[in-house]
């Protein structure tokens, strides 16, 4: 198969835009796209009949306004083209209107407040810079969200402003040094995506998995990721044929599927996409994880995009690996072969570290989710303490700028040398640290700590806000300067004064570095609850409404949107472990102590002193008891849950009292079903689940 003949053939790009539009409506459309530039209204009408002409070519009978509300999903209401004439003829409609402009319900989705339910009215608006394409025989045009009022509703349109925020005040940064040519600054982001497969009929025997995509319950295999043979290791022939099915599909909508590999825990995969523009790469990141759920059940498989699916085995993340590029190509992260000397590196190196410091707490925040809860910290991925990894070699010649050292050049070795038939393998000038939430990796941070099942949207706002507000102090400093090379310098040796406390190049797996962190002032928020309640913080809020990314409204609502959320996912997990429990394994404990006894009486009545079978009547007997107290406890906490009007209160109580009960539970529960006969068990186990795709 020649993949670079079905790459996009599915999407209205710019290859087709050239050939189906007028060249000066091509032009235009094409400038805003790739500069950004404002949309001219007038060429909506023409391209609207060109994208349905193309559409209809391509199978399509319907379009929607495909946009992201704050649900983490996608969503949109599908029309047809069709329309009907008096004569009983129909004729095949798609307008200027109906292109740029959509009118979803926006009370029916999550809004904070925002809108009442007898306010119903919300907006979609076309978004030029994100590429239609069809699919299932629908036309696909990404869209903004926002309420009757303007404020944003979605995950894309604050993303498209912080994109704009950067460009602006990165481009100030690149005249100051001489730039002339470049026009925009694109930040630039590839997230690798890992997941679960499991037989589809096992998954659809577990309640848990289909209600909360997490086992509540489940007893560790006697084999996991102990040998560290599935990592990297042979791709099963099964998930092979499923990996194919699925690159072909996204290589058709457009989506650059480069890498595939087997992940660390048994049954887990990553899949990696080339680099795209931040918006873009949300956009692919959503189709991504649609495409899992869907081919994976074509495959007679299902996909499990939870951070923890299961308790004692790696879960999964989604690596945001963010980089600024300018429109010409340049990649303003590259350091080049002498860093030393490479001063506007330096400069867009120190807005990193100095946006990570100012504004740890809205990283933090960015990846803050009671599904990632349960991953971060769990040596699968970094802690919840943000800190950045430069390595030694950047590190230094940071430190030996800001004291006012001559900085010697470092000479790279070459591995593997004592053997001949080995091409050179030249030693990058640092290792990997994937311990670390932010690392600096050769041109780009890679932003670790991103859960698997969350929308990339939120934590590249953050990201380009934040380091937008750097760019824009160094700016000013650098405008006002009457020595260029001087001030520069000095914006060097400030950071590392005011900032380098964030910089750790060390194992952030370990206590000491937790207690080290709180030493320098460096916030340790370990669940949602703590990092949520950071983001009305005055100085958070001062942020995004200066850069014009978020009002104050819009924050709020989002805090309101993010607490509620908590409540829920809880309160939905507690409510499937407690139905589980009470009609699966209570039952399936007492009637097999039920079949223990009966043995124990038979051996008993024969003249034999069964004594072990005795001590396991009473450890199976003592456990269904306890199961019965725990359940009944459970739904008592539940209870009182529910009286609980403050979205805070009830938070703080679904996390200080239901989660430990059910913790509590599970641990009964899982000891019952290692010692019960495994044809009582109700459900698929582990094994059964890791082990049998």
Known sequence: MDTSK??????????????????????????????????????????????????????????????QPMTGVTAGKHDAFLDPLPD????????????????????????????????????????????????????YIPTAFCS??????????????????ISLQAMRI????????????????????????????????????????????????????????HYCGRIRLKVADFMRDLDEQLWELGVPSKTKHNEAAPAQHELAPVFASANIA??????????LRIVAKKHGLACLLHEKPFDGVNGSGKHDNWALSTDDGLNLLNPGK???????????????????????????????????DHRLGGFEAPP??????????????????????????????????????????????????????????????????????????????????????????????????ADFDKEVQSIVSDTMKNHSAVLYNGNNYTEEWV???????????????????????????????????????????????????????????????????????FPAVVSYAGKTARSFNELYTAGLRPEPVKRHLEEISSLAGRIGEGADALAGLLESACALSDPKEHGLFMRDSVLPAMDELRRVCDRAEVITDKELWPMPTYTDLLHRV
């Open 6 to 67: 079905i790459f996009g053939t599915r999407v209205f790009n710019e290859q087709v835009m050239r050939q189906c539009l007028p060249r000066e409506v091509y032009e235009s459309l094409k400038n805003t796209n790739r500069s950004g530039k404002p949309l001219n209204p007038d060429i909506a009408e023409i391209v609207a009949g060109a994208m349905k002409d193309w559409a209809v070519e391509q199978g399509a009978t319907h379009y929607t306004h495909w946009f």
């Open 88 to 139: 009983g003829t129909a004729i095949l409609e798609f307008s200027a209107k109906a292109l740029v402009q959509g009118e979803p319900d926006a009370s029916s989705f999550p809004n904070g407040g925002i809108r009442a339910t007898f306010e119903a009215r919300g907006y979609t608006a076309w978004d030029p810079t994100s590429p239609a394409f069809v699919r299932d025989g629908t036309l």
């Open 148 to 165: 009757h009022n303007g404020e944003a509703l979605d995950a894309k349109t604050p993303l498209l402003r912080s994109m704009e925020a």
């Open 174 to 229: 690149l005249r100051l040094f001489g730039n002339t040519t470049s026009r925009r600054v694109i930040p630039t982001v590839g997230a690798e995506q890992e997941y679960f497969l499991v037989d589809r009929e096992r998954y659809e025997q577990r309640l848990d998995l289909k209600l909360c995509g997490r086992t509540l319950l489940g007893a560790r295999p006697p084999k996991g990721q102990e040998l560290d043979d």
């Open 282 to 291: 949300a956009d692919q990141n959503q189709l991504i994880m649609e495409m």
């Open 338 to 372: 002498t860093p030393y000397e490479n001063a506007q590196f330096l400069i867009f190196l120190c807005a990193v570290i100095e946006a990570v410091h100012n504004y740890g707490t809205l990283f933090r925040l960015a990846t803050a989710t009671p599904s990632n």
């Open 384 to 481: 919840a303490v943000i800190s950045i990894y430069l390595g030694e070699q950047l590190t230094g010649v940071l430190s030996d700028i800001a004291g006012g050292y001559t900085h010697s050049e470092e000479t790279s070795r070459a591995l593997l040398d004592d053997l001949a038939v080995l091409p050179t393998l030249p030693q990058e000038s640092s290792d990997r640290n994937r311990t670390s939430p932010i690392a600096f990796t050769g041109n780009k941070f890679e932003f670790r700590m991103v859960g698997s099942s969350q929308s990339i949207s939120f934590a590249n706002v953050v990201f380009n806000t934040a380091v937008a507000d750097a760019l824009e102090e160094f700016a000013g400093r650098i405008e006002k300067a």
């Open 515 to 585: 207690g080290e962190a709180r030493r320098r002032g460096l916030p340790v928020l370990p669940d949602t609850l703590a990092a949520l309640h950071c983001f009305l913080e005055p100085k958070n809020v001062e942020l995004f409404e200066r850069h014009h990314v978020f009002s104050y409204i819009e924050m709020h609502s989002r805090y309101e949107i993010m607490l509620e959320n908590y409540s829920k996912v809880l309160s939905i997990e507690a409510a499937t472990l407690l139905e589980m429990v009470r009609r699966q394994v």
